[in-house]
């Protein structure tokens, strides 16, 4: 049994970090559902720039679209939907054979409303009715102006996928917020079913720190934070307060990996899936990485429910100085940015490349 059948077996869901045309149509994503057991993707800005960026795939709608008047995000919306929903279609087998638990797609609301909270609700509402798929979340920052939204979108009846989370503090509060908008819905009688992920980034805890402590302590802080919130998830799933809300039928918001493709070249390549493998979970890779614990990954174990040596592996980090609340905190803004970034970069993309095919078809017509 390949690795990634065995972690399919213990209940983890292997979810590939990318999308593009060129996976849809020349069948990698369904070879990868056939082969390695994926049952959900996410996506970004930065992987949707690659992907138009790189090749000549999307080629053909930009003219289209452009022709038609459309430019910007508008234009960049409708690329990504058309992708996002043929995977959705892909996943849909997946989504109801386990009632909605797995199978999913992700597409993110615009970054640059990460401190816009009723914009941000605005846009997670008329994407996820413009998807029309009962299996896309939409990505919500866990930021401050980002948790009242993910609450707000969650009575609404918007599925989350809650990004951007650094910590078992940020995750504790995305959690809560999840919870208090499944609480609404039951008050106002409301179907508690909305289904929900928080998405907890690992490898740039590693990268962040790689410069600053003893080469001993490399690779460790990642893996310990995760471990700590794994401890917290379990927690929260034996509450009082879980424990109502599952007796009204409500779905469980699953702990999900990020971030997961190793950046060091003396690093394992398949550290991060395993060593976080654990039931109930969502680990999503990049294609590298999935290839790679396809091809030699072992399954070492799983994670345990109290959290194992998180505590102590946190307590080493402190007395050496890292501040890891600071740190947490620093992550996040440093990755909101990132997200920022990626987005502009994106949109120039789209503009450069409908400016360059304009520029062919009038040659073309000459």
Known sequence: MKATQQLHALGQSLWLDNISRGLLTDGGLQRYITEFSVTGLTSNPTIFDKAIKSSDFYDAAIRKKTAAGK???????????????????????????????????????????????????????????????????????????????IEEAIFKGV??????????????????????????????????????????????????????????????????????????????????????????????????????????????????????????????????????FANHGVLKGVLPVDGGDAETALAKFTRIGVDLQALANQLQLEGTQSFVKSWQDLIQSIATKSTALKAQAKIGTA
């Open 71 to 149: 430019s910007g995000e508008q234009l960049f919306f409708e690329l990504a939907l058309e992708d996002l929903t043929q995977a959705a279609d892909l996943f849909r087998p997946a989504h109801e054979a386990t009632s909605g638990v797995d199978g999913w797609v992700s597409l993110e609301v615009s970054p640059l409303l990460a401190d816009d909270t009723d914009g941000t609700i605005k846009a997670a509402l008329q994407l996820h009715a413009r998807a029309q798929r009962p299996n896309l979340f939409i990505k919500i920052p866990g930021t401050a102006a980002g948790i009242p939204a």
């Open 159 to 292: 599925p989350i996928n809650i990004t951007l989370l650094f910590s078992r503090e940020q995750y504790l509060k995305a959690a809560d917020a999840y919870l208090r908008g499944i609480e609404r819905r039951i008050m106002a009688g409301l179907d508690p079913k909305v289904a929900s992920v928080a998405s907890i980034f690992v490898s740039r805890w590693d990268v962040a720190v790689a410069n600053k402590v003893p080469k001993e302590f490399h690779n460790c802080l990642g893996i310990a934070v995760a471990k700590h919130a794994y401890q917290a998830y379990c927690e929260l799933h034996a509450s009082a307060r879980w424990r109502k809300l599952s007796a009204a039928s409500a779905l469980k918001q699953r702990l999900l990996w990020a971030s997961t493709g190793t950046k060091g070249p003396d690093t394992s390549d398949t550290l991060y899936i395993e060593t976080l493998a654990a039931p109930d979970t969502i680990n999503t890779m990049p294609e590298k990485t999935l290839q790679a």
